[in-house]
Each structure stands twice: as structure tokens, then as C-alpha cells.
């Protein structure tokens, strides 16, 4: 009888994840949270790429990311089909 509750958080957690791992990510526009959801991408980077994109305007191409200091084509590759970069 107690099985049943803990299957449904289980499968709840489950599906929850395979949702936010879904969603892309707009550079031009997430949040530090967000970004730093991304593979790789902690705290830290996910706050100098919103400095990068406060101050040098919004990013053209997801390789745009190679102009922030400590990202490299390995992040952005793992990360690719998980980023958009949507022009406002």
C-alpha cells in the first residue's frame, strides 16, 4: 500500500527531469539559473556569460560562447543541442 505513493514521486521526479532536460536554453535571454543548468556550466561561467551578454550585447550564434573567458568548444559541443540563441 505505501509502494504506491512512493512510485508516483518517483515517476514524478522522473518525467520532471526529462522536461527541464529538453528545454532550450535562450542565451539572449536566461536567467544565471538557467544557464547553469547546462552541462559543464556552473554558478561562476553561467554569471560571466550574463556579464558577457550585459556588456557586449546579445550573442548572434551559440559559438558566440567562445568569446566568454573559461568557455570552449568542448562546453559549447556538449551543450549544443540544449542552447538556442534567439535575436530580441
Known sequence: MRILPILIV??????SVVTVAEEKIDLNSATVEEI???NNI???????IVEYR???GQ???IDDLKNVKG????????NRDRMVAVQN
Not at 518517483?10 to 518525467?15: A, S
Not at 556552473?42 to 560571466?48: F, H, N, Q
Open 59 to 61: 550573442f548572434e550564434s
Open 71 to 78: 568557455i570552449g568548444s568542448v562546453t559549447i559541443e556538449k
Open 42 to 48: 556552473g554558478l561562476k561561467k553561467a554569471e560571466k
Open 10 to 15: 518517483i515517476l514524478t521526479v522522473v518525467f
Open 54 to 56: 550585459q556588456s557586449s
Open 36 to 38: 547553469a543548468t547546462l
